[in-house]
């Protein structure tokens, strides 16, 4: 499984943009690009994967260049209860989920 | 609230003891997970069933540690001897069978182990 590297900790502001940026260089061609987002006493939820290019959901977006080296997770506007870590994790045909330590993001007002 | 739940949410307990933590995954879930995660570090990978049949193991997962999934719904793991470094959150995650490019795997709440 492929290792990344994500900052450790990000302040932001409310309303404002964040992008949480991981790399990955030596993602494998089947790898996917996942990321989770996990709350105090609470086990991790999933919130975007991506293979190449740009995925956009409800709640995040995911930028993979075309070298799929890095990957950026780009939250718009949070708020206070975006505070979290986040994990970026990159699979393939492996089952299991391989975690880092993630970017804990803390949202001040 | 993902669907995922597990009993007890905490566990206190003396080095030496027994313990049983219980997972009840999402019905139509065909793939279960046992992870576990210390303090500041993201989840380890234990063990993974898909139905009752368990397919992998970390070597993490120590011959005291023991893990079920009789009729293929719920699981239990089973921690005999418990020493101090067990202390840990132990989470639980279940997948569908149709998932089979995805990694989204739903997660429980988790059960906060204390080994005194």
């Known amino acids: 499984l492929a290792k990344t590297t994500q900052p450790i900790s990000m302040d932001s502001y409310e309303g404002q943009e964040v992008n949480i940026t991981c790399s990955h260089n030596?993602?494998?061609?089947?790898?996917?690009i996942t990321w989770y987002q996990q709350f105090p006493s609470q086990g991790p939820r999933f919130i975007i994967q991506g293979y190449k290019t740009k995925v956009t959901n409800e709640v995040a977006s995911l930028f993979i260049p075309a070298d799929r080296k890095s990957s950026t997770l780009s939250l718009p506007r949070v708020s206070l209860s975006d505070t979290a870590v986040y994990y970026c994790l990159v699979a393939g045909s492996a089952r299991q989920l391989t975690f880092g330590s993630g970017t804990q993001l803390t949202v001040l007002p | 609230d993902t669907g995922v739940s597990q009993d007890p949410r905490h566990k206190i307990t003396k080095r030496g003891q027994n313990v049983t933590f219980r997972c009840d995954p999402i019905?139509?879930?065909?793939?279960l997970y046992w992870y576990r995660q210390t303090l500041g570090q993201g989840p380890e990978f234990l063990t993974y069933f898909q139905n009752e049949a368990q397919l992998e193991k970390s070597r993490l997962l120590s011959d005291r540690f023991s893990a079920e999934r009789p009729k293929g719904s719920f699981s239990t793991l089973e921690i005999q001897r418990t020493e101090q470094g067990d202390s840990a959150m132990y989470l639980c995650?279940?997948?569908?069978?149709?998932?089979?490019?995805?990694?989204?795997?739903?997660f429980g709440p988790g059960t906060r182990l204390t080994v005194l």
């Open positions: 030596n993602i494998a061609t089947n790898d996917y």
């Open positions: 019905s139509e879930h065909n793939r």
């Open positions: 995650a279940s997948t569908p069978t149709a998932n089979t490019e995805g990694h989204e795997q739903f």
